[in-house]
């Protein structure tokens, strides 16, 4: 039986003094998601195996994302429209976006899956929501004119939750 690891690709967020500073006042509640772990999803490849891996892997490259600083919009509430529970820090990065819509009907086809149909939002995933009740989003830390560096393209899997306890990153990194 072949062996399938559910996977994506997408930008790793280097850490950042103001980023990590935007973490650091978050109300009580939030859990942090793992530095390691900070990313921008450009598209969701679902359980796949070794072989379709290194085929999505290979087509990336040769035409990755366009690098650069992305100016952050807002943080806000990401997940379902009635009850959000994960923080994420909006960027505006319409490169990105055009990059997503143009390449990823491409790679999905390579191993035979659909495109998502929702239109692409940028967003870097910060905390998830841990507390009692439902998060509010009123009194969350200012984030104009942070910029966020988005420089490499890769391929995320995700890691044995065995790893560190449970305490380490949820994702492998290629």
Sequence with gaps: MTERTR???GCPVPSHPDL???CAQLPN???LIHPA???LTLLFLGDIDNQQRELIWTQARRSPPPRGEYLALSLSGFGHPLSPRTLALQLAAAPIADWMQQRCP???ALIGREP???APRPHVSLAYWRGRGSPSFESL???QGLRIPLHKLALFQQAPTSVDNGNGPRYRCW
């Design 7 to 9: 996977s994506f690709l």
């Design 20 to 22: 990590e500073q935007i």
């Design 29 to 31: 509640g939030w859990q």
């Design 37 to 39: 772990d900070r990313h």
């Design 106 to 108: 491409e790679l999905c």
């Design 116 to 118: 998502e149909r929702r």
């Design 141 to 143: 830390p200012f984030v």
